[in-house]
Structure formats: structure tokens, C-alpha cells
């Protein structure tokens, strides 16, 4: 029964980072309810091992970003001339603005890793996080509902709205912010419709996250142990056919329902968090 119950726990908690980690809701405040306050996965193995279990669902969820947008990660690299089957020609997204938009959030996560994981990794940054990330989202809709985007395709984008989309993500290094509410709410405040500031963000994503989980990963290499070890293949496949599910939903629905419903709904999480933790 215990092993069901670790299967079950990891099933659970994929399910989490697929739904979540590139919505604009905040896996970190999900993950505060579902795991901290329900299945406590720190206590069937080690919080070291749970938090190492963390990481490599988020590579499930990254994976699944690589597979909806391979055409175009091909393309950036130079290695494919056609995007879902179209030639794409003049002025389009490259390997430059996905740097460029990389930077800024990569700097400082370098220079204030240490920081944030002692200061900002509490139930209380992470509510104010959420509500703040919402009142973000707000503003963006807003902003756009006076004026109409004036970048309604990735191959329009320029180094100049990479640049300060990526400087939104710098806001993400706060916990519970989100990195794709962030982005996405800088990328419609910078001219880029909902749809384009979505793919821009989760295209951006990919490189950012997998070196952060990567490094996590070797740092932690020793926690994947033989026993451990279904529990993480049981988590990092559910999350990828989450984020599988998700991001295609997602990706559908943005430019209809903008991000104020997101907003709504991390208020109310914040809420929740606030009523049972503080």
C-alpha cells in the first residue's frame, strides 16, 4: 500500500506541474497547497529527495514545451526553413531575440540565487506574489483594451520588446509571481498580442529552465536513488502529459479570455493560502 501511495503521490504532483508551471497562475502556490498542505512528499522519502523530485517534473513539463513548438526551435537554430509547413521568409524570430530576452532574468537569477532562496521561499512572499502578479495581469489587459497589439506574429518581434519582456521576467524570480504571467502581461504591455506574448514566453522558458533544472539536477544527483527512482519516472511522465494537455489549451483560449480570469483565480489561491497557512 505504500508503494501505491508513493505512485499515486507523484501521479498527483505531475499533475500539478503540467497544469500549472506555464499558466499564468504560479506552480509555486499550487504546489504550497497540493504538496505542503495535503501529500507532504518531503515525508515519504526526504524533503531533499522531494525537492529533487520537484526538478525533474519541471523537465516533463519542459519537454512538452519543446515538442508543441519543435518547428520553431528548429527554425531559431537554423535547421529547419519551414514552420507547420510554411516557409518563413524576410524578418523573423531568432536566436537573437531569445537571448536577448534571456539575459536580464539570467543575470540576476546568478547574482541572487542565494537571496531568494532564503528570503523569498515562505508562504507569506509567495501571497503577496500572487496577488501582485495578478494586479500585473490586470493592468496588461487593461493597457490593451485602449490600445489595440501592433505585433500579432513572433517574426514581427524586436530586440527592443525582447529586451524589456525579458526584463518582466526578471519579476519571476520572485516565487509566486509566475514566469509566464509575468512575461506574457509584459509582452501584451509591450504591443505583442495575448497568443504571440504566450509563445514568446514559453519559447523562452525552455533554455532558462532546463539550465536552472539542469544544474539543480547535478547538484542533486545522489537523491535519485533505486528506491526513489519510480516514483520520479511516475512524475515526470504525468507532468509532461499535462503540460502536453495544458499548453495546448492554453495556447487556444488566451487571446479570447486575456489574463483577468487568471488574475481572479490567483487571487482567490492567494486567499486560500492565507485562510489555512496564516
Same mark, same amino acid.
Given at each position: 500500500?505504500? =508503494?501505491?501511495?508513493?505512485?499515486?503521490?507523484?501521479?498527483?504532483?505531475?499533475?500539478?506541474?503540467?497544469?500549472?508551471? /506555464?499558466?499564468?497562475?504560479?506552480?509555486?502556490?499550487?504546489?504550497?497547497?497540493?504538496?505542503?498542505?495535503? !501529500?507532504?512528499? +518531503?515525508?515519504?522519502?526526504?524533503?531533499?529527495?522531494?525537492?529533487?523530485?520537484?526538478?525533474?517534473?519541471?523537465?516533463?513539463?519542459?519537454?512538452?514545451?519543446?515538442?508543441? /513548438?519543435?518547428?520553431?526551435?528548429?527554425?531559431?537554430? +537554423?535547421? =529547419?526553413?519551414?514552420?507547420?509547413?510554411?516557409?518563413?521568409?524576410?524578418? =523573423? !524570430?531568432?536566436?537573437?531575440?531569445? !537571448?536577448?530576452?534571456?539575459?536580464?532574468?539570467?543575470?540576476?537569477?546568478?547574482?541572487?540565487?542565494?537571496?531568494?532562496?532564503?528570503?523569498?521561499?515562505?508562504?507569506?512572499?509567495?501571497?503577496?506574489?500572487?496577488?501582485?502578479?495578478?494586479?500585473?495581469?490586470?493592468?496588461?489587459?487593461?493597457?490593451?483594451?485602449?490600445? =489595440?497589439?501592433?505585433?500579432?506574429? !513572433?517574426?514581427?518581434?524586436?530586440?527592443?520588446?525582447?529586451?524589456?519582456?525579458?526584463?518582466?521576467?526578471?519579476?519571476?524570480?520572485?516565487?509566486?509571481?509566475?514566469?509566464?504571467?509575468?512575461?506574457?502581461?509584459?509582452?501584451?504591455?509591450?504591443?505583442?498580442?495575448?497568443?504571440?506574448?504566450?509563445?514568446?514566453?514559453?519559447?523562452?522558458?525552455?533554455?532558462?529552465?532546463?539550465?536552472?533544472?539542469?544544474?539543480?539536477?547535478?547538484?542533486?544527483?545522489?537523491?535519485?536513488?533505486?528506491?526513489?527512482?519510480?516514483?520520479?519516472?511516475?512524475? /515526470?511522465?504525468?507532468?509532461?502529459?499535462?503540460?502536453?494537455?495544458?499548453?495546448?489549451?492554453?495556447?487556444?483560449?488566451?487571446?479570447?479570455?486575456?489574463?483577468?480570469?487568471?488574475?481572479?483565480?490567483?487571487?482567490?489561491?492567494?486567499?486560500?493560502?492565507?485562510?489555512?497557512?496564516?
Amino acid at each position: 500500500m505504500d =508503494k501505491l501511495w508513493e505512485l499515486i503521490v507523484a501521479f498527483i504532483l505531475g499533475i500539478v506541474e503540467g497544469l500549472t508551471e /506555464f499558466a499564468p497562475v504560479s506552480s509555486t502556490g499550487h504546489m504550497i497547497l497540493v504538496d505542503d498542505l495535503w !501529500l507532504k512528499s +518531503g515525508e515519504i522519502f526526504s524533503p531533499e529527495v522531494a525537492n529533487t523530485f520537484k526538478v525533474v517534473i519541471q523537465l516533463g513539463s519542459i519537454l512538452a514545451v519543446v515538442i508543441i /513548438f519543435k518547428d520553431r526551435f528548429l527554425n531559431i537554430l +537554423g535547421l =529547419k526553413k519551414t514552420i507547420n509547413g510554411e516557409k518563413v521568409t524576410g524578418h =523573423k !524570430l531568432s536566436l537573437v531575440q531569445v !537571448l536577448i530576452g534571456l539575459i536580464p532574468a539570467g543575470v540576476l537569477g546568478l547574482l541572487f540565487d542565494d537571496y531568494i532562496d532564503e528570503h523569498l521561499f515562505n508562504f507569506e512572499t509567495v501571497v503577496y506574489a500572487l496577488i501582485v502578479g495578478a494586479i500585473l495581469m490586470i493592468i496588461a489587459d487593461y493597457t490593451q483594451k485602449k490600445k =489595440k497589439p501592433t505585433t500579432t506574429s !513572433l517574426d514581427q518581434i524586436t530586440n527592443k520588446q525582447a529586451f524589456f519582456i525579458g526584463l518582466f521576467q526578471c519579476i519571476a524570480l520572485w516565487p509566486g509571481f509566475s514566469r509566464s504571467g509575468s512575461t506574457i502581461s509584459g509582452g501584451v504591455l509591450m504591443g505583442l498580442s495575448h497568443r504571440v506574448a504566450a509563445d514568446f514566453t514559453f519559447i523562452m522558458a525552455v533554455p532558462i529552465m532546463a539550465g536552472a533544472s539542469f544544474i539543480s539536477l547535478l547538484n542533486n544527483w545522489e537523491y535519485i536513488t533505486s528506491a526513489a527512482l519510480p516514483f520520479f519516472i511516475v512524475g /515526470f511522465i504525468s507532468a509532461f502529459i499535462f503540460a502536453l494537455i495544458s499548453i495546448r489549451f492554453f495556447l487556444k483560449l488566451i487571446d479570447r479570455i486575456k489574463l483577468t480570469p487568471f488574475a481572479i483565480y490567483r487571487i482567490i489561491i492567494a486567499i486560500i493560502i492565507i485562510v489555512v497557512f496564516l
